[in-house]
Nanobody
């Protein structure tokens, strides 16, 4: 069974930075496009960024120029570098394959104070 474990969240002031990590089990990781998703209180889960198995990236307009998605296939790990954080980035962040399917991990909370 595939397991995804997110980490690296926390409380940060507006303008600050965080780096999220997602450790994936199994051999599927290197062959799949992966994504970071987030869910703010009272809102639907939304796609933040994606990266193909070959490293091509795409971003939601709201994070373009501030967030960077990357992957280390040797370590089965997905990353999200978040700079210039804004209060509206506050959410629980999740990783999953893209398009998303199956169960979700527990996520990691990111809280940006103004």
């Amino acid at each position: 069974q595939v397991q995804l474990v997110e980490s690296g969240g926390g409380l940060v002031q507006a303008g600050g930075s965080l780096r999220l990590s997602c450790a994936a089990s199994g051999r599927f990781f290197r062959f799949n496009a992966m994504g970071w998703y987030r869910q703010a209180p009272g809102k639907q889960r939304e796609l933040v960024a994606t990266i193909t198995s070959g490293g091509t990236t795409n971003y939601a307009d709201s994070v373009k120029g501030r967030f960077t998605i990357s992957r280390d296939n040797a370590k089965n790990t997905l990353y999200l570098q978040m700079n210039s954080l804004k209060p509206e980035d506050t959410a629980v962040y999740y990783c999953n394959v893209f398009p998303a399917f199956g169960s979700w991990g527990q996520g990691t909370q990111v809280t940006v104070s103004s």
